[in-house]
């Protein structure tokens, strides 16, 4: 805005404001939007230049209330008749240039009001009260606002016709014939939209919730077969390291006791002896902790110890004599051992020495089991 324009020869759109009044001084309203700091009605009294009780008495409010942000309030004012232009009142106010401002720099800016003339206080106006326009505001709604007419706002602020542009953050003036209401302070209510509106933005609406909902819960399925065929993947190959390392590992205390022995034995998993022995069946049972095993269509004879096989199985490495049977491996399983023999289908040696009624044979050789 330029500082030499001046309203002085009547209101125009640009201005909205004029000395023309019957009196010099007069009581008018404004409207301010709370901002921190000025949330409070001693802060907003102060910035104002008002009276602190006038002002929470016209909002409805206590004198010590502290409102929220961006709230409309009624400010009460002694408004005076200066003449002055917007940029010119800045000027006349503050002693800097209008291109030497800083970051900082208070400045005095004369709050724009205006008294009613001779014509509108015979029309029944008391009070001028400056309306600050925001976004979607025409003059029919705040006029409506009011309880007043659209003509006499555009008469009060020199427009052409009832309903002519107006633009955000500028003022109007707005003629009333008493106090304002808190109440009126509230948004400007927008226009009605049609009902078939209304209808297919909520039918829209619920297909869209509808679709979401399926693919929330498409993804949801696909994500737990994943999950599941990938946890099965993981599973099966962890048993079958897990496997693979009980077929080949021993525990490490046993196999430093048959360091150069357990290099030459084959070391069985327990799910291979199970299988051999029906699951350690009774039937299969040759003694107290012998048991007949079948693998692969070769007989077996497989020994259950809980004890130390450690020293055993050195002993029957040290003793290499045709009559001894052959130790083919061994198994570990939940810290008990199973040592796999050659089975003897004449019996073992035991059987021999504890059978006194029958005869030994006498022709070919036989081989016994030390159990």
Known sequence: MQCNISDETGPSPAFLYTCNGEIPSCKAFLMFRTKPPYVSVSSISNLTSSDPMEFA???NISSS???PPDVAVIVPVTCSCSGLTTCNALERENPYGELNLFSGLKLQVPLRCACPTQEQISNGTKFLFTFLVTWKDTVPQISEKFNVSASSVATANGFSDDNPI???FTTILIPLPADPLS?????TSQPTIPQQMHKRSYQGLCVGIAT???LAVLCFFLFLGFFRYWRKRTNDASRTIRQQGKKQQLPAHFL???VGIGEILKIYTYEE???ATDNFSPH???SDSVYLGNLRGKLLAVKQMSRDVAKEIKILSNINHFNLISLYGVCEHDRVFYLVYEYLEEGSLRDWLHKETLPLPRAGTTEFLLL
């Open 65 to 67: 209330a502290v409102l």
């Open 284 to 286: 299969k049972r040759l």
């Open 212 to 214: 979401g909902a399926a």
């Open 57 to 59: 008495r016209i909002n």
């Open 166 to 168: 107006i633009y955000p």
């Open 256 to 258: 430093d006791k048959v």
């Open 273 to 275: 002896l199970k299988a």
């Open 183 to 187: 109440s009126q302070m509230t948004a």
